[in-house]
């Protein structure tokens, strides 16, 4: 199949009709649906098929025992009303990047293997790279079977309603062990590339990025007899935060975002008694991120004690700066501007990736193909078909130069 028949047949798997967007959740009808595609892809191609104990899935060529395995791949779940490409891209690729080595008739000396990480973007239980985390050890299983979604399903129970054993989840180094590299292709969130001009860029490092919650507690009222000087209202506290929030980004350089909140009662003519907001930020550095973050905290403190409100702040997930491995990286550097004298261009991103996760355990390297809208996360999200079809070449050359020679 070529990339172009393979985009078209997920493409429509979990899209809104309302929203044009994605909302391929973990263990969802829709995520089911995709998955059961990716199977699809693998014994299509007569690859070995299997589902890990975490829920990954994985198609191999060779044998997954012998060791010092090549890995590429992604994940096909999104954000809510989330773009086509984050994900669904670097896992079309890897199975066109696969068609386009046995085209050219190479001989693998090592197992090649292709994986759909599970629930990567966090969109239902709230915590990113469930499936990468889980496999690496970053995720307890008792924190796994903490999480919960917004109608108090939890993880253990998503799965054993889709169809697996929530009882097998945990670390797995075994499998870990048998990997000597992977290699993740993503469309890439931002415009460096469109900038430059290059089609496939080579990832230098994640930046350090979190999730913290601030819940602001005030008292709830009637919105049209409570007089402002009586109210205790944390939607001002709330609101002035997101404007700190921006005045620290600004700041240091780097991003912070208020972009989820629940409220309660959450009526039209009811002053909130809790306003509950969650912040995400990332930054070039750990010193940029924890002035920006601190600074946050501060003036929500300020905000909440001028008002009267009761302030938690709680850091729900945190992501420490990650450097791809340096000789991997340099090595994909050297296959793709081999007879040429072209440089691949190096970059850095904001955006965490199961990559990230698995650098601790394996050597981890990413290739970036290039957004000209620059946006991600929003049905705007968008990669040119020629530009696709360059990072399969790209991502082909690089498991050529990595697993058959």
Known sequence: ??????????????????????????????????????????????????????????????DPAAGDAVVTGSHLDSVPDGGAFDGPLGVVSSFAALDELRGRGVDFVKPLAIVNFGDEEGARFGLACVGSRLTAGQLSVENAHRLTDGDGVSLPQAMEAAGYDPDTIGADPERLARIGAFVELHVEQGRALDLSGDRVGIASAIWPHGRWRFDFRGEAN???????????DPM???????????????????V???????????????????????????????????RVVGGIEKAAREYAQAHGIDLDVVRESFTP?????????????????????????????????DAGILSGSVPTAMLF????????????????????????IALADVLEGLACT
């Open 369 to 392: 193909v290039r957004n000209p809208t620059g946006v991600s996360h929003s049905p705007a999200e968008f990669a040119a078909e020629d530009d696709c079809v360059a990072g399969v």
């Open 222 to 232: 009637h919105a049209g007899t409570t007089r402002l000087v009586d109210r205790r």
């Open 1 to 62: 199949m070529t990339f172009h028949s393979m985009w078209a047949e997920l493409l429509p798997l979990g899209r809104s009709s309302a929203s044009g967007g994605y909302r391929r959740f973990a263990w969802t009808g829709a995520d089911l649906e995709c998955r059961a595609w990716f199977k699809e892809q693998a014994e299509t191609r007569g690859l070995a098929y299997e589902v890990d104990r975490n829920g990954n899935q994985w198609a191999w060529v060779g």
């Open 256 to 290: 912070a975002t208020f972009g989820k909140i629940a409220v309660e009662p959450n009526g039209v003519n009811a002053i909130p008694s809790l306003v509950r907001g969650w912040l995400d930020s990332r930054a070039e550095d750990q010193a940029s991120l924890d």
């Open 321 to 353: 700066v990650v450097e791809f491995d340096h000789a991997l990286r340099d090595e994909l550097g050297r296959i793709l501007g081999k007879d040429t004298d072209l440089t691949v261009p190096v970059l850095g991103t904001g955006a965490g990736h």
């Open 236 to 254: 001002l506290s709330y609101a002035e935060t997101v404007l700190a929030a921006r005045r620290e980004a600004e700041l240091a350089g780097a």
